[in-house]
């Protein structure tokens, strides 16, 4: 069964708009969620992430937003750019030994146009 | 810094033979991790390691060895490759005193078993 789970495949925007990027999770033990990017043949480099104690976390660009009644995560981008076309994976943690071994989502590939 | 490499890139086995898969990190971090990723699915832990000399099992561990002898490697092996373990392969590793608990991957090796 997969507990952490990214809906939507793919999403396509304009540059320059707002990207938003979901992530639901089934584990209510999940404490620690972060969010990556991966460029085709690339490892996946770290964006942002949240405790459960937040509900929003921003750097710069990348705002992230949970939601621990819903069980929903999501990545806002604003503005949008090109070279933020990759694909996105969010992941879960429910780690109280250090280890922080993460779930991942599936993936949504994000395509900003230009 | 290198951070963290992977060796090879790529690599083509027929079933039945076997193979390691070497990772290096020069971060000198106390944790290591080798994930897989298959089409439409998001990255699955193998193994994982703590700290030199101890390993783990992670979610999908079967069919696959892992030795951590020093600090800075980390060695995934298949001691007899099977066409289900076509995959590419991801090797990370975190600093346990970072306040994001993020990992960095490695580029990643693409392992094709016919």
């Known amino acids: 069964d997969q507990q952490v789970k990214q809906n939507s495949p793919s999403l396509s925007v304009q540059e320059g708009r707002i990207s938003i990027l979901n992530c639901d999770y089934t584990?209510?033990?999940?404490?620690?969620f972060l969010w990556y990017k991966k460029y085709p043949a690339e490892g996946p480099t770290f964006l942002i992430s949240?405790?459960?104690?937040?509900d929003k976390n921003e750097d710069g660009r990348f705002t992230v937003f949970l939601n621990k009644s819903a069980k929903h995560l999501s990545l806002h981008i604003v503005p949008s750019q090109p070279g933020d076309s990759a694909v996105y994976f969010c992941?879960?943690?429910?780690?109280?030994?250090?280890?922080?071994?993460?779930?991942f989502g599936t993936g949504t590939r994000l395509k900003v146009l230009a | 810094n290198a951070g963290v490499t992977q060796t090879p890139k790529f690599r083509v086995l027929k079933t039945g033979q076997s193979m390691t898969l070497l990772c290096a990190q020069d971060?000198?971090?106390?944790?290591m991790y080798w994930y897989r990723q298959d089409p439409g699915m998001g990255l699955r832990l193998i193994h994982y390691?703590?700290?030199?000399?101890?390993?783990a099992k992670g979610e999908v561990p079967d069919g696959y060895n892992v030795s951590r002898l020093k600090k800075q490697n980390f060695l995934l092996g298949l001691e007899s490759a099977a066409p289900s373990q076509t995959s590419v392969y991801f090797c990370?590793?975190?600093?346990?005193?970072?306040?994001?608990?993020?990992?960095?991957f490695g580029p990643g090796t693409r392992l094709t078993v016919l």
């Open positions: 990370a590793s975190r600093d346990s005193r970072s306040s994001y608990n993020e990992q960095f």
């Open positions: 584990n209510s033990m999940f404490d620690y």
């Open positions: 949240i405790s459960s104690i937040k």
């Open positions: 992941a879960a943690s429910t780690d109280t030994s250090g280890t922080y071994k993460y779930i």
């Open positions: 971060m000198n971090h106390e944790y």
């Open positions: 390691s703590v700290g030199e000399g101890t390993t």
